[in-house]
């Protein structure tokens, strides 16, 4: 059981790592995607799950599915913000610091106080990002992308421990809702949405919705549910080499020395925190 949700996390991180480039490449904005991918999203769940699933749903159920849809919804805001302002790989280098957003949150929640291993992989980290940030000036658009990818991070680090809690919940059921309720984020923004695009605005639209939304998130909230957390971080940060590859074959985006020493750090620190606390499991 384990090994076909594996494969699934595999094929929904590859999905994670081209996806950036298409965010870049069309001219919609971050508001525009979202709403768009959203739709798709939602529209496509819906006709699969049952209405009487939907109608079985307790209010405290459509509580849990009402918070996984805003994080999801501010998740995605904000990364796609961070690919415009910054590049596909560093955006998603970014975002891959989300397992060092679990050490701590994993003490909130959960009540496992962080260790000095812990403690070291965060410092290692903050090493990577310093060498990735051009200069520490929110005018400069890279350094911008950046910290507002942190933040993203964030929220997608929060989403598998409230996943986890509404888990009895069925994975299609549990996408839709989280499509659903996310439209609330960016509906709040739909004003500063474009639509002036192009035929391959929505070409590339249709591909983020249908393959890197409904493919990609859906394999990706099974298998961040059904494997552990360890598993998944080491999962998750196959995607930035990925995004640095095709940004870099597609893109023609720049790797200077100090830009891959740093994502070298922070994944380092990411996969060392996941094995300490997959032999301590």
Not at 24 to 51: M, P, Q, W
Not at 150 to 161: E, G, I, N, T, Y
Not at 248 to 253: G, I, R, V
Request: proline share 2%; net charge positive; hydrophobic share 55%.
């Amino acid at each position: 059981m384990n090994s076909r949700y594996y494969t699934e996390g595999l094929i929904a991180v590859f999905l994670f790592g081209i996806t950036p480039v298409f965010i870049k490449e069309v001219s919609a904005n971050a508001f525009t995607i979202g709403i768009v991918r959203l739709i798709i999203g939602s529209v496509f769940l819906f006709s699969l799950v049952r209405v009487r699933k939907l109608k079985k749903l307790s209010k405290k159920d459509w509580k849990g599915l009402f918070y996984i849809g805003l994080l999801f919804g501010a998740h995605w805001m904000t990364y796609f913000i961070s690919v415009k302002l910054s590049t596909p790989s560093m955006a998603i280098l970014s975002v891959s610091s989300f397992g060092l957003h679990m050490i701590y949150l994993n003490w909130i929640i959960n009540g496992q106080k962080p260790l000095l291993k812990d403690l070291l992989a965060v410092l290692v980290a903050l090493v990577g990002i310093f060498l990735i940030v051009p200069e520490f000036n929110l005018g400069n658009d890279l350094t911008a992308g950046i910290l507002v990818g942190l933040s993203s991070a964030f929220f997608f680090a929060v989403l598998p421990f409230v996943q986890r809690r509404h888990q009895h919940i069925d994975s299609l059921t549990r996408a839709f809702g989280q499509y659903a309720f996310a439209m609330i984020v960016f509906v709040v923004m739909i004003s500063e949405s474009n639509w002036d695009l192009t035929n391959q605005d929505w070409l590339f639209l249709g591909i983020l919705g249908i393959v890197c939304t409904v493919g990609a998130h859906t394999l990706w909230l099974r298998a961040s549910t059904m494997l552990a957390p360890a598993k998944i971080s080491l999962i998750f940060y196959l995607g930035t080499p990925v995004a640095m590859i095709t940004s870099y074959l597609f893109l023609d985006e720049e790797m200077s020395a100090s830009n891959l020493i740093g994502a070298g750090l922070i994944i380092s620190a990411n996969v060392f925190s996941a094995l300490k606390k997959r032999t301590k499991t």
